[in-house]
Nanobody, 117 residues
Framework: QVQFVESGGGLVQPGGSLRLSCVVS????????MGWYRQAPGKQRELVAV???????NYGDSVKGRFTISRDNAKKTVYLEMNGLNSEHSAVYYC???????????WGQGTQVTVSS
């Protein structure tokens, strides 16, 4: 059974930074495209950043230049480095693992990020 362990969320002051981690087990991690999505109360889930199995990165417009996604295949982990946080970044952040060619799509349980003074 696929398991996600997301960590790194929490309360941070405006202007601060957080690093989210997502460890995924029971899948051939290096064969998956990985991503981070977020959902704020009353809003739809939206793309934050994705990194392909080949290492190509793509970002949502609102986080370009501020967030960085990376992956460590040996550790089966995807990271999201978030800098210059503000209240608009407060949301539940979800890790996603996709394998397009097989129609496989897994989601983590989410980690809360709250930006507040």
């Amino acid at each position: 059974q696929v398991q996600f362990v997301e960590s790194g969320g929490g309360l941070v002051q405006p202007g601060g930074s957080l690093r989210l981690s997502c460890v995924v087990s029971e899948i051939p991690f290096s064969a998956y495209d990985m991503g981070w999505y977020r959902q704020a109360p009353g809003k739809q889930r939206e793309l934050v950043a994705v990194i392909s199995k080949g290492g190509r990165e793509n970002y949502g417009d609102s986080v370009k230049g501020r967030f960085t996604i990376s992956r460590d295949n040996a550790k089966k982990t995807v990271y999201l480095e978030m800098n210059g946080l503000n209240s608009e970044h407060s949301a539940v952040y979800y890790c996603r693992a996709r394998r397009y060619e097989y129609g496989i799509d897994y989601w983590g349980q989410g980690t809360q990020v709250t930006v507040s003074s």
